[in-house]
């Protein structure tokens, strides 16, 4: 079985300041971990995806996100908050032969403060 | 150029009606899924096509049933709306392409939603 907790379902930063979004994963299976974002009234986009290779990966609009088996933890990190990263943001699982299943946290909204 | 479309973006109906949600991609990809996510924002996969065929059915009541006609398109359908149907309803594809095999890491493109208000 495969479970995500997002930790905070709210997290407010002002710009420029350090972005920081928690994910703890759950899995039974070697875990295959994602990170996508919703903005209002859209679809989901990815953001980044852990797939067994490098646990630090790196994805777009200077996102990043560090798998720690130990920890099982795959945190979103972003260096300087942008106003337009004002979305809510959500962390998701899935393992081989799942059939691409994933499996979603509750979600992150976050908010830029100017 | 939309990758994943979904009609229509907003449907609006009386509980008991039964109503359809449309999806086509055209990125050629093998499996779709469809998704709920509820008033609080929670995301849940309902269902999964690979190549027409049912691989994924999630414990969703009988009155949903999805249909793809071809690989590119995976419609929904919903008998006896009830008022806990009201939900934003996404659909997503995986890339992969025919013949290739999908993987589990590949990744999942996301229609725009359509949002379901059942009155």
């Known amino acids: 079985a495969q479970s995500v907790t997002q930790l905070g379902s709210h997290v407010s930063v002002s710009e420029g300041a350090l972005v920081l979004l928690r994910c703890n994963y759950s899995?039974?299976?070697?875990?295959?971990l994602f990170w996508y974002v919703q903005y209002p009234n859209q679809g989901l986009q990815l953001l980044l995806k852990y797939t067994s290779a490098a646990t630090l990966v790196k994805g777009i609009n200077g996102f990043e996100a560090e798998f720690k088996k130990s920890e099982t933890s795959f945190h979103l990190t972003k260096p300087s908050a942008h106003m337009s990263d004002a979305a809510e943001y959500f962390c998701?699982?899935?393992?081989?032969?799942?059939?691409?299943?994933?499996?979603f946290g509750q979600g992150t909204e976050l908010s830029v403060k100017p | 150029d939309t990758a994943v479309s979904q009609t229509p973006k907003y449907l609006v109906t009386q509980m008991g009606n039964d109503k359809s949600i449309k999806c086509e991609q055209n990125l050629g990809h093998d499996t779709m899924y469809w998704y709920k996510q509820d008033s609080k924002k929670f995301l849940k996969i309902m269902f999964s096509y690979n190549n027409k065929e049912l691989i994924i059915n999630e414990t969703v009541p009988n009155r949903f049933s999805p249909k793809s006609p071809d690989k590119a398109h995976l419609n929904l359908h919903i008998n006896s709306l009830e008022l806990g149907d009201s939900a934003v309803y996404f659909c997503?594809?995986?890339?992969?392409?025919?013949?290739?095999?999908?993987?589990?890491?590949?990744?999942?493109?996301f229609g725009p939603g359509t949002r379901l208000t059942v009155l």
């Open positions: 997503a594809s995986r890339s992969g392409t025919s013949g290739g095999g999908a993987l589990s890491t590949d990744t999942q493109y």
């Open positions: 998701a699982v899935t393992g081989r032969n799942q059939g691409g299943k994933l499996i």
């Open positions: 899995s039974s299976v070697p875990p295959y």
